[in-house]
T-cell receptor
Framework: EPEVTQTPSHQVTQMGQEVILHCVPISNHLYFYWYRQILGQKVEFLVSFYNNEISEKSEIFDDQFSVERPDGSNFTLKIRSTKLEDSAMYFC???????????FGPGTRLTVL | KNEVEQSPQNLTAQEGEFITINCSYSVGISALHWLQQHPGGGIVSLFMLSSGKKKHGRLIATINIQEKHSSLHITASHPRDSAVYICARSNRDDKIIFGKGTRLHILP
């Protein structure tokens, strides 16, 4: 059964460093998403991406964040200058269409020291 | 105010019990989602519904659009059902707004 994959499973970085989180969505899906979950809190929407551009973003998704689909399979989230409060689990998801079921990856746990 | 409210926050029950988790939302929706988050953190989509009722195995999800309310039921609960169950809503945009989740613990 096709699934969304994410790498790495755990990333540790120093404050101020740049990180790139990687996702491989399900191959025939056209809509891609990033969510984050700070430990002990609810899941929060960050950004949705379709047709090589951002379709929706939340207020969390400020200028330090960017997303890219560098090739036909990968979907990346870049955090330019990490802050302590960026420590969270980051989930990638994909769907066939905007109103279809979303399939989630296993998440990347980001720890900023 | 959170746009998606779940109750209860925590629920402990004995194996075999019928479980109900409730979800209320404050604005109109295009779809209501029920998701399961396991202790390891992974999220699995259980249901996506916009009206009526859906059933998958021992899980049943219902929604009342007029009352802006949905319920997730688990019949013949089992310890492996122990997880956080999350209600979320989506509107005409494609982002999902999540509730805080209900932590379910089924005792053997």
């Amino acid at each position: 059964e096709p699934e969304v994959t994410q790498t790495p499973s755990h990333q540790v970085t120093q404050m101020g460093q740049e990180v790139i989180l990687h996702c491989v969505p399900i191959s025939n899906h056209l809509y891609f998403y990033w969510y984050r979950q700070i430990l002990g809190q609810k899941v929060e929407f960050l950004v949705s991406f379709y047709n090589n551009e951002i379709s929706e973003k939340s207020e969390i998704f400020d200028d330090q964040f960017s997303v890219e689909r560098p090739d036909g399979s990968n979907f990346t989230l870049k955090i330019r200058s990490t802050k302590l409060e960026d420590s969270a689990m980051y989930f990638c998801a994909s769907s066939e269409g905007p109103y279809n079921e979303q399939f989630f990856g296993p998440g990347t746990r980001l720890t900023v020291l | 105010k959170n746009e998606v409210e779940q109750s209860p926050q925590n629920l402990t029950a004995q194996e075999g019990e019928f479980i109900t988790i409730n979800c209320s939302y404050s604005v109109g929706i295009s779809a209501l989602h029920w998701l399961q988050q396991h202790p390891g953190g992974g999220i699995v989509s259980l249901f996506m519904l916009s009206s009526g009722k859906k059933k998958h195995g021992r899980l049943i999800a219902t929604i009342n659009i007029q009352e802006k309310h949905s319920s997730l039921h688990i019949t013949a609960s089992h310890p492996r059902d122990s997880a956080v169950y999350i209600c979320a809503r989506s509107n005409r945009d494609d982002k999902i707004i999540f509730g805080k989740g209900t932590r379910l613990h089924i005792l053997p």
